[in-house]
Every structure is written in C-alpha cells, then in structure tokens.
C-alpha cells in the first residue's frame, strides 16, 4: 500500500491563494482516489476534495467548491489542491489519503487511509 506525504501549507492572508501537494510512494495505475480532509482541534475530520483514480471525476465540499480545485499528475505520482480566495475559516492541518472500491467518492475519514503528516494551513484576517 502506497505512503502519501502533503507539502506545500504556510500562511497566507485572507484572500490569498496556496498549493498543497500529496505525493506518493507508488505509482496509483489508476487504482486510488486520493482526497484531502482537514482538521482543526476539537473538531472531526472535514471533507475537501477527491479526485478518481482516472482523474476524470472529481468531488467538492461545498465549502469550498469554486475556490478549490483538485488535480493529479500521475507522472509525478501527486495530486494538488489548488486553494483560491482563502478564508479564516480554511484554517486547519489538511490531510491526504486514499480510498479505492467504491462506487461513490465516501466523505466518512475512516473509510480512507495511506495519511501523511498533513500540512498547516493558516489564513489571517
């Protein structure tokens, strides 16, 4: 089973843009969904984003659908989120992990796996 690792978090103003990235440790072969779910204390895992193994079907939160937009690059075995217009409330430790055999995108954290150490995103006001 493959290992993902998120990079790419930092501080930004509201308003600003940021780029996470989950990179894994093998090659998907179109085998796994890989979403993103952030986290901020006290609270339960929060559904962002996915994406399909084949790319072609993609889910959104809606948070944050038409500020965020997921993509992979299968070459370099990672997937982006691409975080637009960020708000204080995108503040929050995010997450990647994988899922496969299922036929709808699930949006429960215990039914995926694979987690990195995540990445802080903070956004100020």
């Known amino acids: 089973q493959a290992q993902l690792v998120e990079s790419g978090g930092g501080l930004v103003e509201a308003g600003g843009s940021l780029r996470l990235s989950c990179t894994a440790s093998?090659?998907?072969?179109?085998?796994?969904?890989i979403g993103w779910f952030r986290q901020t204390p006290g609270k339960e895992h929060e559904f962002v984003a996915a994406i399909s193994g084949s790319g072609t079907t993609t889910k959104y939160s809606d948070s944050v659908k038409g500020r965020f937009t997921i993509s992979r690059d299968d070459a370099k075995m990672t997937v982006f989120l691409e975080m637009n217009d960020l708000k204080p409330d995108d503040t929050a430790v995010y997450h990647c992990?994988?899922?496969?055999?299922?036929?709808?995108?699930?949006?429960?954290?215990?039914?995926?796996?694979?987690w990195g150490q995540g990445a802080q995103v903070t956004v100020s006001s």
């Open positions: 992990g994988m899922t496969w055999g299922r036929t709808t995108i699930p949006e429960d954290h215990r039914l995926w796996t694979g």
């Open positions: 093998e090659p998907n072969n179109g085998n796994y969904v």
